[in-house]
């Protein structure tokens, strides 16, 4: 069974930082791009980071120095380290498991964040 396990959302303040897990299990994630996404209410889901296979890395414009993704191979986990979060990064992020070659997509359940004083 194909599963992604988000965890580490939550509440803090403007400022502060955050990391995201991703537990990945029931495939090879480590042959899979893997990204993290958002979807603020009212907004489409967005591409925050993502890292390919190799540990390659690219981002959003929007969390560019601030956001770090990065994977632990060994563990099949994927980590999002927010920091200097602002009200705007409020949304349910999602991981991402990607292998374009073989048309296959995975989606975990999504976490929420939430920056608010």
């Known amino acids: 069974q194909v599963l992604l396990v988000e965890s580490g959302g939550g509440l803090v303040q403007p400022g502060g930082s955050l990391t995201l897990s991703c537990a990945a299990s029931?495939?090879?994630?480590?042959?899979?791009?893997m990204s993290w996404h958002r979807q603020a209410p009212g907004r489409e889901r967005e591409l925050v980071a993502r890292i390919s296979s190799s540990g390659s890395t690219n981002y959003a414009d929007a969390v560019k120095g601030r956001f770090t993704i990065s994977r632990e191979y060994a563990k099949n986990t994927v980590l999002l380290q927010m920091n200097s979060l602002k009200p705007e990064d409020t949304a349910v992020y999602y991981c991402?498991?990607?292998?374009?070659?073989?048309?296959?997509?995975?989606w975990g359940q999504g976490t929420q964040v939430t920056v608010s004083s």
């Open positions: 991402n498991a990607n292998w374009a070659l073989l048309h296959q997509d995975y």
């Open positions: 029931g495939f090879p994630s480590s042959r899979y791009a």
